[in-house]
């Protein structure tokens, strides 16, 4: 079996030792599919960081609301996601496209 550089075990990832998880998004929403595991590992005492590329300013949802309006609205759904499952959050602040 091939053995990679810099990669960690099975065994070491199963262990009760506390963890930090960074979890990257492109869009507030996009946390949904996972939401309930990393709520469990905030449970269980790891740090969990909740990431997203972009404020999903591009929602067409928002299509009569301004740019500005709609990035405040999207930014404050994942900081109350992130207050909901006790995580950290933060924006990077890279640009929606809508593609």
């Given at each position: ?10 065994d ?15 869009h ?23 990431v ?26 994942g ?21």
């Open positions: 079996m091939h053995k990679f550089k810099n990669t960690i075990s099975l070491k990832l199963m262990t009760n030792e506390k963890k930090t998880i960074l979890a990257c998004f492109a507030p929403d996009d946390e949904i599919g996972c939401i309930g595991t990393l709520s469990n590992h905030v449970d269980k005492g790891d740090q969990v960081v909740l997203w590329t972009t404020s999903g300013e591009m929602a067409s949802h928002f299509d009569k609301m301004s740019f500005n309006e709609v990035k405040k609205i999207r930014e404050e759904q900081k109350v996601v992130g207050e909901i499952i006790g995580s950290q959050t933060m924006f990077l602040g890279f640009g929606d496209t809508s593609c």
